[in-house]
């Protein structure tokens, strides 16, 4: 929840325009006299439920709280946000210098990083040095649209190739030193860090580039080099490939997690769009936090070798930590009810056909690797495979060493059926009565205390949904071009153009006025950081978490944002139509005949915009699947979901 929303679930809306207007009660609402136009019938309506206002006079204002004391006050959203914020008890704390410095200077850096993906991009396709790093991507079936998505590179074989390229730009050897580009030399100066290896650019789930991974082509050590930790790179709090899969991960309800950047390439190449890489040996708590607010169900899909058993296991040991556990209810045979806690995830492991990675899996049969993850066992399954291949399960030793790894496991599942049944299975792989072993098992040590969910509310990075109105916005602010295709399919319909009046919020009412301003005042679109001199600082963060989930989406081409504009716009149109005419109706409920005559007449006009807006939709749709079926059907070698 941000300041805003904060400060009017504080606020009573009815009390606080009470203190200007004159309220009655009427039914749920209340009823007044327009503060904003002369007139003698109460017009001017205040919407508890919804924490609205409108005006069905004159003036036909609406919106919320922040907008009624802007119109009242006559002042801007800061002002009102801040006399708001002290009517409530709300503490604003404005951001230090130091804070502010220091946002700058990590945008610097993501600047450096992004003129270097640049580069090296370029000279993946240009140089002819990298004719090598050609070969060997084309070689692992990667095609030059993976690569374009990805912004795969290359790194010249030069101890200077990138210093003689980003300085010449006004970065400093040190600012490239910090963002992990170059490296010190002991007797003074540097040199680059990648050299002569594939480079892939590492982004943050927003998308932005915080490192790179080099891939050596041919024999030498380290085989993949990373970025250093830097400000910007945190290789235990990153999954690669995460600001691409997080949308397919929310489609499908479910994260795959393998180990390599191909393995991710591979599998986006060929729609398989819920895959991300670890970046390390094994899954870290951060990293599992952050999944674990797309899905609760994850396939770990790693190495088949030993190697890769040993991160499966570090990482199912993080997990069972990590993760949420809920609070059920379970009948006993008395009757009664007991509360036992159990992992709120599905954890499930895919084993690999052996000696095959996961990209040379899929880029044989796509087919046979949803197989796989499909099949994806259950991990204690995959415990009693792992832990019990190297003992001798005929002796009394590889017996009890496999009750002493086992039994700890067993004795914390919450699931008392799935308990029984591996108790079970691992009475009959030892031969021990199972009312022993379970005595056994749970006098032994060992287990460890089960993590409750914490009871508090989501953050508003977590509620990455957006809303109606905040999915139209987001796309202006990301695609300005395509406001004229706002206007002008509103207009198709003969309504009025795309304008504040149809965002209910009144932050996004302020960012979209001060956008299209700043836009007509001749702004440039890329340059979003100039836009935010002129907004407050609630209002960046805001504008920030709006750019972040649109930009999280997958990829679409130009005709796409714009059929999804419009529609999108239409549908929004249509939304606050029917809601003006709801609450129009609700004006005529007491019979008063003023009342009647005054917005009888506008309720048919809303009814007769909403039946065109409708007919206009339903065309587009129309014409929409006609343009799909006259296209012939193919399958393309790249799907972007």
Do not use: C
């Given at each position: 929840m941000n300041i805003a929303e904060e400060i009017k679930e504080r606020l009573d809306i009815v009390e606080v325009i009470q203190s200007y207007v004159p309220l009655k009660k009427a039914g749920r609402n209340y009823k007044g006299l327009c503060p904003f136009h002369s007139e003698k019938t109460p017009s001017f309506v205040v919407f508890p439920e919804t924490g609205t206002w409108h005006c069905f006079g004159a003036c036909g204002e609406g919106g919320d709280v922040f907008t009624f004391i802007m119109k009242r006050e006559n002042v801007g959203f800061g002002e009102a946000l801040r006399m708001l914020a002290q009517r409530a008890g709300v503490e604003l704390k404005p951001p230090t210098p130091q804070a502010a410095e220091e946002a700058k200077r990590l945008d610097r850096l993501r600047e450096i990083n992004r003129a270097a993906a640049t580069y090296f991009h370029h000279l993946l396709f240009h140089s002819d040095e990298a004719a090598r790093a050609r070969a060997y991507l084309e070689k692992r079936g990667l095609t030059r649209e993976t690569l374009?998505?990805?912004?795969?590179?290359?790194?010249?074989?030069?101890?200077?190739?990138?210093?003689?390229?980003?300085?010449?730009?006004?970065?400093?050897?040190?600012?490239?030193?910090?963002?992990?580009?170059?490296?010190?030399?002991e007797g003074g100066g540097y040199y680059d860090r990648f050299r002569g290896r594939v480079i892939v650019p590492i982004r943050d789930g927003r998308g932005r580039i915080i490192g790179f991974g080099g891939r050596i082509l041919g024999e030498g050590q380290p085989k993949y080099l990373n970025s250093p930790q830097t400000p910007l790179f945190d290789k235990s709090r990153v999954l690669f490939g995460l600001d691409q899969a997080k949308a397919g991960i929310r489609t499908r309800g479910e994260?795959?997690?393998?180990?390599?950047?191909?393995?991710?390439?591979?599998?986006?190449?060929?729609?398989?769009?819920?895959?991300?890489?670890?970046?390390?040996?094994?899954?870290?708590?951060?990293?599992?936090?952050?999944?674990?607010?797309?899905?609760h169900r994850f396939v770990l899909a790693l190495d088949s070798d030993a190697?890769?058993?040993?991160a499966t296991l570090r990482g199912l040991d993080v997990a069972r930590q990590v993760l949420d556990r809920e609070v059920v209810p379970v009948p006993t045979p008395r009757g009664l009810i007991r509360f036992e806690e159990r992992l709120d995830a599905d954890i499930r492991i895919a084993t690999l056909p052996e000696g095959m990675d996961p990209d040379e899996v899929i880029r044989e049969d796509p087919a046979r690797w949803e197989a796989l993850i499909a099949q994806a066992k259950p991990v204690m399954d995959y415990y009693f495979d792992v832990l019990t291949s190297d003992l001798d399960l005929t002796t009394a030793k590889g017996k009890a060493e496999a009750v002493r790894r086992l039994g700890p496991l067993i004795a914390e599942m919450g699931d008392r059926v799935q308990r029984t049944h591996y108790l079970q299975q691992l009475a009959r792989m030892v031969q021990v009565d199972e009312r022993q072993l379970w005595q056994q098992i749970r006098r032994g040590p060992g287990r460890k205390p089960a993590r409750r969910r914490a009871a508090s509310?989501?953050?508003?990075?977590?509620?990455?949904?957006?809303?109606?109105?905040?999915h139209c916005l987001a796309l202006l602010l990301c695609h300005p071009e395509l406001l004229p295709v706002a206007?002008?399919?509103?207009?198709?319909?003969?309504?009025?153009?795309?304008?504040?009046?149809?965002?209910?919020?009144?932050?996004?009412?302020?960012?979209?006025?001060?956008?299209?301003?700043?836009?007509?005042?001749?702004?440039?679109?890329q340059a979003r950081g100039a836009f935010y001199d002129v907004l407050e600082e609630s209002l960046q963060k805001r504008v920030d978490r709006l750019v972040a989930a649109?930009?999280?989406?997958?990829?679409?081409?130009?005709?796409?944002?714009?059929?999804?504009?419009?529609?999108?716009?239409?549908?929004?149109?249509?939304?606050?139509?029917?809601?003006?005419?709801?609450?129009?109706?609700?004006?005529?409920?007491?019979?008063?005949?003023?009342?009647?005559?005054t917005y009888g007449p506008l309720i048919t006009q809303a009814t007769v915009r909403i039946r065109r807006l409708q007919q206009a939709m339903n065309a587009r749709s129309l014409s929409g699947r006609r343009r799909q079926e006259d296209v012939p059907l193919r399958v393309p070698p790249t799907v972007a979901e």
């Open positions: 374009d998505r990805f912004q795969v590179g290359y790194a010249l074989n030069r101890w200077d190739g990138l210093l003689r390229y980003l300085i010449p730009k006004g970065y400093t050897q040190e600012e490239l030193l910090e963002v992990g580009l170059v490296v010190e030399r994260a795959v997690i393998v180990e390599g950047y191909m393995d991710v390439l591979m599998a986006h190449q060929h729609g398989i769009n819920n895959v991300v890489a670890q970046m390390g040996t094994a899954l870290t708590e951060a990293q599992l936090n952050t999944l674990k607010r797309l899905t190697a890769g058993n040993r509310a989501p953050t508003e990075r977590e509620q990455t949904p957006l809303t109606l109105e905040e206007d002008e399919t509103l207009r198709a319909a003969a309504d009025p153009p795309f304008e504040a009046g149809d965002l209910t919020r009144t932050q996004d009412r302020v960012i979209f006025e001060a956008w299209r301003a700043w836009l007509d005042g001749g702004g440039v679109p649109q930009e999280a989406q997958p990829p679409a081409t130009e005709s796409q944002l714009r059929d999804d504009l419009a529609d999108a716009v239409t549908r929004l149109r249509l939304q606050n139509l029917r809601r003006q005419v709801a609450e129009m109706k609700f004006l005529l409920e007491d019979g008063d005949r003023h009342a009647a005559a």
